[in-house]
């Protein structure tokens, strides 16, 4: 342990609380999942078996100064599982300690005696914004337009310009090619000089004018705000829920692993929470390792649902940091508080829940925080999120429709009208 994290104050003797000669028997992690927490060295005895030795994290510093200060001893026992809470007993006496930073659950304590506590964790969804506003999957030249208008201004178009053809037909003396010129020139706001007698005429036509101008003036606009509006809508976790993320739990849904789902569980009772847990299900999410859940909310529309520390802690390595369009949200503002797990009426119980209230009051429970886990920042990481990406097909994919259906449908079905009609008006002349 770093002397440099043990203020010079009075020692276990000093205030009654004198642990000297007690050897307390101890199990921690033994896995890297929480290496901000605990920290392990592995080495071989003269027999050639495997031992343990704590050489730092945050529940392990914490554990380091409890030592120093209450003069006890300690001997790991790798043989007892860490989350085995209903099973500590070992050969030569009972488990004292469960040394990690553990959330504090009712069950556990039907087994152990919970330490005050030496932290807390909030809940938060972790999740990537990106993915409610990704046009890699639709032309970004359909999105301005719903479906529904799309119909309407085709069918409004092809009304416009049915009607200049008819109306040239019996009122104009315009070519074929000059009445289609000028029905493609409103629709690009380009003016031109194709006179017709009538008023009914006039009026009909600037009436389809104005509604394609309009259309388009409209297209124009939002083509343009597109890129300048924020198209991010979940801003709370009801939106969440409501939206096509998928949901990964924590250890995953099919487990009791999860102090999550515990605390989730007894939620029940709101609406939001049934439909939540009901999606967690549906997702069917196999926990691998922290590294993997990361990758997948940064790969796909999915929200990974983890207390606040070990959300950070893999992201910024993993990543870099938090990159600037995730986005964490806070799950019914669930706290849980972090403890040890002590053997049931223990007689050092009061010692150490003492010499932690006394480290508490000291500020070395916050120095030791800032040293082992990363602190959440309101900064982000902008990575490579905002670099120029190249146009992809699929973006102009509607473009390339509708010259196709120009080329292959249109075209020939024009130019046979554009027959038909030269073959009535010479038989009309002759």
């Excluded at 000669?21 to 592995?42: A, Q």
């Excluded at 922290?290 to 207390?307: G, K, L, R, W």
Aim: some cysteine; overall charge neutral.
């Amino acid at each position: 342990m770093n002397s440099e994290f043990i203020p010079q104050q009075e020692t276990g003797n000093a205030t009654g609380l004198d642990l000297t000669g007690e050897v307390l028997h101890i199990t921690t992690r033994y896995t890297d999942e929480y290496h901000y927490d605990v920290k392990l060295k592995t080495v071989n005895d003269s027999n050639g078996n495997l031992q343990y030795e704590l050489v730092g994290g945050y529940a392990v510093e914490v554990f380091f100064y409890l030592k120093s200060l209450l003069n006890f001893t300690y001997m790991i026992h790798p043989d007892v599982s860490p989350y085995r809470f209903d099973h500590n007993s070992v050969k030569n006496g009972s488990i004292d300690v469960y040394v990690a930073s553990y959330s504090l659950l009712i069950k556990r304590t039907e087994y152990l005696d919970p330490t005050n506590a030496i932290g807390q964790s909030r809940i938060l969804a972790f999740f990537d914004q990106n993915f409610q506003s990704d046009f890699s999957n639709q032309s970004i030249f359909i999105v301005p337009f719903t479906y529904n208008l799309w119909l309407g201004f085709i069918i409004v178009w092809f009304v416009c310009l049915l009607s200049f053809i008819i109306f040239n037909l019996y009122e104009a003396d315009s070519s074929m090619g000059d009445i289609i010129f000028h029905c493609i020139t409103v629709t690009l706001q380009r003016g031109t000089f194709l006179n017709f007698f009538y008023n009914s005429t006039r009026i009909t036509t600037v009436v389809l004018s104005f509604t394609i101008v309009v259309l388009m003036a409209s297209y124009s606009g939002i083509m343009t705000s597109i890129s300048a509006v924020s198209r991010y809508t979940i801003h709370s976790i009801e939106a969440l829920v409501a939206s096509n993320y998928k949901i990964l739990l924590e250890f995953g849904y099919n487990t009791n692993a999860s102090s999550i789902k515990y605390m989730l569980e007894a939620l029940m009772h709101i609406p939001t929470v049934v439909t939540l847990m009901k999606k967690a299900e549906k997702s069917n999410f196999v926990f691998q390792s922290f590294e993997n859940a990361i990758m997948q909310v940064n790969n796909s529309p999915s929200t990974y649902i983890i207390d606040e520390e070990t959300g950070i802690n893999f992201i910024t390595e993993q990543l870099g940091g938090l990159p600037c369009t995730w986005t964490k949200l806070p799950v019914f503002n669930l706290r849980y508080p972090w403890v040890m797990y002590l053997k049931k009426n223990a007689p050092y119980r009061h010692a150490i829940n003492t010499g932690l209230l006394k480290i508490k009051e000291t500020g070395i429970l916050q120095v030791l925080r800032k040293r082992w886990i990363t602190q959440p920042s309101d900064a982000c990481f902008s990575g490579n999120d905002f670099s120029f990406k190249s146009i992809t097909y699929p973006q102009v994919s509607s473009a390339f429709t509708v010259l196709l259906l120009v080329m292959f449908i249109v075209c020939p079905v024009l130019f046979l009208l554009e027959k038909v009609y030269a073959f009535c008006s010479h038989h009309r002349r002759q």
